[in-house]
C-alpha cells in the first residue's frame, strides 16, 4: 500500500508541475457574464495538446495549460464577435478576462471562425466533440461515454448524464432497437462517433416539446461523414483454450448501414460466458408498446429471465438476434420496426441456511436449489410516422411477443424436523399483442390537441407439477397418503385492455397554460387455477373440494376528466393538476359479483425552478390510487410454492397513497464540480399487505386492506470533482421503510432501512492509462419483534493501458465482505483481466481475456424478511480462458 501511495503522491506532483491555471471571466460589453460560452486554448507548438472550458452561470473560466507552451486562446458565444488572446511561452500572465462585442446581426447570420467546440451547452442539450475526449484507443461507444464529464456508464449499459438517467437513445435522430442503451453502447463502433447531443425533456413531437412537459433524456448519436452511407461494424469469435473442459465459446457481430433515408442494424451473439446482450430495461422497453402519453400497464408474462447478464450460475448459454430497420418512404411518411429473437439455457445452485425467528418448531433449514431453465423469446414490432404538415403529426405502433418458459428444479430441505426432497417442473406459454395511435394536431400558436388510443391483450398458461417423497404443506392442502406424492397445477391468465385520452394545450401567453384532459382506461381479466393430486394408482385427488382452484371475471373502468394549469413566475414554473376519476369495479367469482364504484379526486403539482442553465431544482407531487388486481381478488386457495399457499380476498378496495420526489443537479464547469441528488417520498394512508400465518416452515398468505399507514423515504446522490487530471466522486444511497404486518395475529410496526456510501477515485487524463480505485460500504438493518443488522465492504479496481502502440491492457478486480449479527463474516473477490492487439488501420484485433482469474466457486450475499434470516451461497461460473478474433468493417 505504502508503494501504491508514493506512486499516486509522485505522479500528483508532477503533473501539476507541468501545469498551471489560466483563469479569467466572460462578459459582454456591460459586464453581463456569458454563461456557456466557449473558451478554447489552441496551442501554437508540436506536442502540446489543445485546452478548452465552458464559462459557468458568472462567466468564469478556468484552463490547465501545460507550462511553457505558447497558446491561441479564443472565447465564442453565439451572438458576438469571437475574441482572442495570444500567451505567450514565458509568460506570468495567470488572469485575462474577455469582454466580447454583439454583432447585431441575426443568428442565421453568424458565421463562426472555430468550428471546434469541445462542449456546447444550450438550454435543454449539451453537445460533446468526442475527439476532444477520446484517444482513439476505445473499441466501442461504451469506452467514449466513460470519458465524457457528468456521463457514466454502469456495468449494465445504463447511461446516466448528470446523475439523469439516459430513456431515449437515438443514432441520427432516429430509436435505435425501441431505444434502449446497451444495445447501442456496446456495439456500435467508437471510430464512428462523431458528436454525443444529449437533449432534455426530449419529445419526438417537435411542436409538442413546449407543452408536453416530458420528462424523458434522450441521447443522439452523430456519425462521422464517412459513416453515413457506408456499411461498418465488426464481427468476432473466440473459444476457451488452456486447461479448462468447460466448452467456452463466443460469437458476436455487429453491423450497421445508415443512409439519408435507410438505416439497417444488425445485432447477434451467442456465447456459454453468461454474457446477455441487453438488459431488463432494454426488455421492457420492447416489450413495452404503450404510447408515452399513457401510463404503462404491468405485463402479466415474466421475461427476466432473457435479461440476465448472468455469471452467477453453473451454465449460461444465450443464442440472440436483433435486426433494426427505419426508412423514409416520403417526406412525410417513414417506417420502422424491429425484431428480436432470444434463447437462454441456464443451470444453476443455490445454498441457502435460513434462521427462523419466534419460531417456535422450526429453529433452522438448510436450502440447497438446483436448477435448469429454457426461456424463448421472439418479438416483432413495427411503427409508422406520419406527417401531413409540419403542424400535424401521427404515429402507429404494433407489436408482436410470444415467450416460452421451461423450468426444471431439485430442492432439498433439511430442518430439525427432518427433510424432504422436491422436484418441479414449470412450463410457461405467453402470448402479447399491443398496439396504440397517436394524433397531434397543432391548429396555431396558441393550441394543440393530442389523441391517444392503446390496446394491450396478454395471455399467459403455466403449467407447475411438484414431486416429493415426503408429504407437505400437511393442513393446508389436502393431501391423500401415497408412496409418492405428484400435484398437478394449471394457472391461466388473459387480460385485454383499452386505454384512450384526448388532451388539449391552450397557450395563453408566455407565462401561462393551460392543460384539458379527458380520458378512460378500460381493463377486463380471467385469472383460473386448478390443482390436483395424481397418486400413484392413477386416480385423482381433485383439491377443487377443499376450496382450492380459482375462476375470476375481472373488470376495473376508469372514466376521468382533468386540468392543468401551468404558470411561470420568473425562473420558476409550476404547474398544478386537479383530476377526478370514477372508478368501477366488478368481479365474478363464486356465482356472485362484486361492485366497487368511487369518485375520487386525485390533485397533483410539478414545480421547476431553474437558477441557471447548468443549476436547476425539480419537485413533484401526487395523490394516486391503486385498485387491485384479479389474482388478489380470487378468494380460494393457490398453492404457490412448496412452503406456501396463498387466498386472495374478494373484498379488497383501492390503496391510496401520497408520493413525492424532489431533484437537484448542479454542474459547475469552473470548479469543475458536478452535484445531483434525487429524494423520494411515499405513504400509503390505505394500504394492501399480506397477511402471514407461520407453522414451521409452511407459510399461509392472504391480503387484506389496512388503514395502518406505510412510510417509505429514498435518497440517491453524487457529487464530483476535478482535480487536476483526476476525478474524485462520492456515491450515497439511502432508504427508510416503517410499515405494519400481521405475522400469526400479532401486529408489528417494522422498520427497514439501508444506507449506501461510496468513494471513487480515478484519473481523467486521456492521454494517461485509465485507473480507478474506489470503496464502498453499506448498512441495513431491521427492527420488529426482532433487530437484525447487516454490513458491507465493496472494494473495486480498475486499470486500463495501451503499450507499444498497438497492445491494450485491461483487469478489474471486486472484493466483498458481509457481516452478520454476530460479527460473523464471508468474502470473496473477482479478477477479470484480458490483453488485446490490433494494429491501426488493420481490420483485425486478437485478444486473450480471463473471466474469474482465481477461479472462485460461489458467491455470498444475507438477506433478512420479517421472520427469518437468510445466508445465501450462489455457485458461479468457474475460470474462463478465451483466445478471439475480431474483424471491423
Do not use: C
Amino acid at each position: 500500500m505504502k508503494y501504491f501511495i508514493f506512486l499516486f503522491l509522485l505522479i500528483f506532483s508532477f503533473s501539476y508541475s507541468q501545469s498551471k491555471n489560466f483563469i479569467g471571466v466572460v462578459s459582454d460589453e456591460t459586464s453581463k457574464p456569458l454563461e456557456s460560452a466557449n473558451v478554447i486554448a489552441k496551442p501554437l507548438q508540436e506536442k502540446a495538446s489543445l485546452k478548452f472550458a465552458i464559462a459557468d452561470n458568472k462567466g468564469r473560466y478556468r484552463l490547465e495549460l501545460e507550462k511553457e507552451v505558447k497558446y491561441e486562446i479564443t472565447v465564442s458565444y453565439i451572438g458576438y464577435v469571437e475574441e482572442t488572446f495570444i500567451l505567450e511561452s514565458s509568460s506570468d500572465i495567470n488572469v485575462h478576462d474577455f469582454h466580447l462585442k454583439a454583432t447585431g446581426e441575426n443568428l442565421k447570420e453568424i458565421v463562426i471562425k472555430h468550428e471546434f467546440k469541445p462542449i456546447v451547452v444550450k438550454k435543454d442539450t449539451l453537445v460533446f466533440d468526442v475527439n476532444s475526449f477520446a484517444n482513439g484507443n476505445e473499441r466501442k461507444m461504451k469506452e467514449v461515454l466513460e470519458k465524457l464529464p457528468g456521463v457514466e456508464v454502469d456495468k449494465n449499459g445504463g447511461v446516466t448524464v448528470q446523475g439523469k438517467k439516459v430513456t431515449k437513445m437515438l443514432i441520427e435522430g432516429k430509436s435505435f432497437f425501441g431505444g434502449g442503451s446497451k444495445l447501442a453502447v456496446e456495439n456500435i463502433p467508437a471510430d464512428a462517433l462523431d458528436k454525443i447531443e444529449v437533449i432534455d425533456h426530449f419529445n419526438e413531437v417537435g411542436f409538442m416539446k413546449q407543452v408536453s412537459d416530458s420528462d424523458d433524456l434522450a441521447m443522439n448519436v452523430k456519425l462521422k461523414e464517412e459513416k453515413k452511407k457506408f456499411v461498418f461494424g465488426d464481427v468476432e469469435a473466440g473459444a476457451e483454450v488452456g486447461a479448462g473442459d468447460n466448452g467456452f465459446y463466443l460469437a458476436h457481430t455487429a453491423l450497421f448501414y445508415y443512409s439519408p433515408k435507410t438505416n439497417v442494424s444488425f445485432i447477434g451473439d451467442a456465447n456459454s460466458i453468461g454474457k446477455s446482450t441487453f438488459t431488463f430495461d432494454d426488455l421492457m422497453r420492447f416489450g413495452g408498446g404503450v404510447s408515452s402519453f399513457l401510463s404503462g400497464r404491468k405485463s402479466l408474462s415474466n421475461l427476466s429471465s432473457f435479461s440476465n447478464d448472468n455469471t452467477d450460475v453453473l451454465k449460461n448459454k444465450s443464442q440472440f438476434g436483433a435486426f433494426n430497420i427505419s426508412h423514409d418512404i416520403s417526406d412525410k411518411l417513414s417506417v420502422s420496426g424491429f425484431g428480436i429473437f432470444s434463447k437462454v439455457l441456464m443451470a444453476s445452485r443455490i445454498e441457502n441456511n435460513i434462521e427462523y425467528l419466534n419460531n417456535t418448531a422450526v429453529a433452522f433449514e438448510n436450502k440447497g436449489r438446483n436448477a435448469k431453465n429454457n426461456a424463448i423469446l421472439g418479438i416483432g414490432n413495427v411503427k409508422l410516422d406520419y406527417s401531413p404538415s409540419n403542424k400535424e403529426k401521427w404515429y402507429y405502433n404494433g407489436q408482436y411477443q410470444s415467450s416460452t418458459n421451461d423450468l426444471m428444479s431439485t430442492l432439498n430441505s433439511v430442518t430439525n424436523l427432518g427433510s424432504s426432497v422436491f422436484e418441479t417442473i414449470n412450463q410457461a406459454d405467453n402470448v402479447s399483442v399491443k398496439q396504440y395511435i397517436e394524433w397531434h394536431k397543432r391548429y396555431n400558436k396558441n393550441h394543440t390537441t393530442t389523441f391517444v388510443v392503446n390496446q394491450a391483450y396478454n395471455k399467459t398458461t403455466p403449467l407447475n407439477n411438484w414431486f416429493t417423497d415426503q408429504p407437505f404443506l400437511q393442513g393446508l392442502i389436502p393431501l391423500e397418503k401415497d408412496d409418492s406424492y405428484t400435484i398437478s397445477q394449471i394457472k391461466k391468465s388473459e387480460g385485454n385492455s383499452i386505454d384512450a385520452l384526448f388532451k388539449h394545450y391552450w397557450i395563453i401567453n408566455n407565462n401561462n397554460h393551460l392543460y384539458t384532459n379527458i380520458g378512460n382506461n378500460y381493463e377486463s381479466s380471467t385469472f383460473q387455477t386448478a390443482e390436483k393430486q395424481i397418486l400413484t394408482d392413477g386416480s385423482v385427488n381433485d383439491f377443487a373440494l377443499a376450496g382450492f382452484g380459482n375462476d375470476i371475471k375481472y373488470q376495473l373502468n376508469d372514466v376521468y376528466v382533468g386540468l392543468e394549469y401551468k404558470f411561470r413566475i420568473g425562473k420558476w414554473v409550476n404547474k398544478p393538476g386537479l383530476y377526478l376519476h370514477r372508478y368501477d369495479l366488478n368481479t365474478i367469482q363464486n356465482n356472485s359479483d362484486y361492485i366497487v364504484t368511487k369518485t375520487l379526486f386525485q390533485p397533483q403539482w410539478n414545480s421547476d425552478y431553474e437558477f441557471n442553465n447548468s443549476e436547476s431544482i425539480n419537485f413533484t407531487y401526487k395523490l394516486e390510487n391503486k385498485f387491485p388486481v384479479a389474482n388478489q381478488l380470487a378468494d380460494r386457495y393457490t398453492l404457490q410454492y412448496y412452503n406456501s399457499v396463498f387466498k386472495g380476498n374478494a373484498l379488497l378496495e383501492n390503496e391510496k397513497y401520497h408520493s413525492a420526489s424532489l431533484f437537484y443537479s448542479k454542474m459547475n464547469s469552473y470548479r469543475g464540480i458536478t452535484w445531483n441528488g434525487m429524494l423520494n417520498y411515499s405513504k400509503k394512508t390505505k394500504v394492501i399487505r399480506n397477511e402471514v400465518d407461520l407453522d414451521g416452515i409452511n407459510q399461509f398468505n392472504t391480503p387484506i386492506l389496512t388503514d395502518n399507514p406505510e412510510t417509505d423515504i429514498g435518497f440517491s446522490g453524487s457529487f464530483s470533482k476535478r482535480i487536476y487530471r483526476f476525478n474524485l466522486k462520492l456515491n450515497a444511497r439511502l432508504s427508510w421503510f416503517e410499515y405494519s404486518q400481521t405475522i400469526n395475529e400479532i401486529v408489528t410496526i417494522n422498520n427497514r432501512d439501508s444506507q449506501n456510501i461510496g468513494l471513487v477515485f480515478k484519473t481523467a487524463y486521456k492521454k494517461w492509462p485509465v485507473f480507478s480505485v474506489g470503496y464502498n460500504k453499506g448498512f441495513s438493518s431491521f427492527s420488529g419483534i426482532t433487530k437484525s443488522h447487516f454490513q458491507s465492504d465493496v472494494l473495486t479496481g480498475a486499470f486500463e493501458a495501451v503499450f507499444f502502440k498497438f497492445w491494450k491492457y485491461k483487469i478489474d478486480y471486486d472484493y466483498l465482505k458481509n457481516t452478520d449479527n454476530q460479527k460473523q463474516s464471508n468474502s470473496y473477490d473477482m479478477i477479470n483481466t484480458s490483453l488485446f492487439y490490433q494494429k491501426k488501420n488493420n481490420p483485425f484485433g486478437f485478444q486473450l481475456s480471463v473471466a474469474n482469474l482465481l477461479d472462485i466457486k460461489k458467491k455470498y450475499s444475507n438477506k433478512f424478511s420479517d421472520y427469518m434470516i437468510s445466508e445465501q451461497s450462489t455457485y458461479i461460473l468457474p475460470r474462463a480462458i478465451m483466445f478471439s478474433i475480431s474483424y471491423k468493417l
